[in-house]
């Protein structure tokens, strides 16, 4: 559970970040400007986090046994990552840091000043 809530900790770190758990106690969406950037599986220890699609892949193919196509979302553009399988945090940070600036360069400008 220790890697949750390094999770947590990180995500609340980043500007705008709020959560909640709108699909059930067991999973906690991170959001930016209202729009999810990570769902995190409290039960299972995952994530799901946004990422360019050739990046997706990349990340995939490097690490087979710790990242797979997003659980439920588009595989296209998410990937689903076990945080219990030894993936080093600097590693995990980079993946949610470019989540997070996905989702939020496709906020409109208003809300992205706001933030």
């Known amino acids: 559970m220790q890697e949750i809530e390094a999770l947590k900790n990180?995500?609340?770190r980043l500007k705008g970040t709020t959560f909640d758990s709108p699909f059930g106690e067991?999973?906690?969406c991170?959001?930016?400007?209202g729009k999810i950037y990570a769902i995190a599986d409290l039960?299972?220890?995952?994530?799901n986090l946004k990422a360019e699609p050739e990046e997706?892949?990349?990340l995939r193919e490097a690490w087979p046994d710790?990242?797979?196509?997003g659980y439920h979302m588009n595989k296209k553009h998410w990937n689903t990552v076990d945080l219990a399988a030894g993936l080093s945090h600097e590693i995990i940070a980079?993946?949610?840091e470019q989540s997070y600036r996905l989702v939020f360069a496709g906020l409109p400008k208003k809300i992205r000043e706001r933030i």
């Open 30 to 33: 991170f959001r930016v400007g």
């Open 10 to 12: 990180f995500c609340l």
């Open 94 to 96: 980079k993946m949610v």
């Open 56 to 58: 997706a892949l990349r």
């Open 43 to 47: 039960t299972d220890r995952r994530v």
């Open 66 to 69: 710790q990242i797979r196509p």
């Open 26 to 28: 067991n999973l906690v």
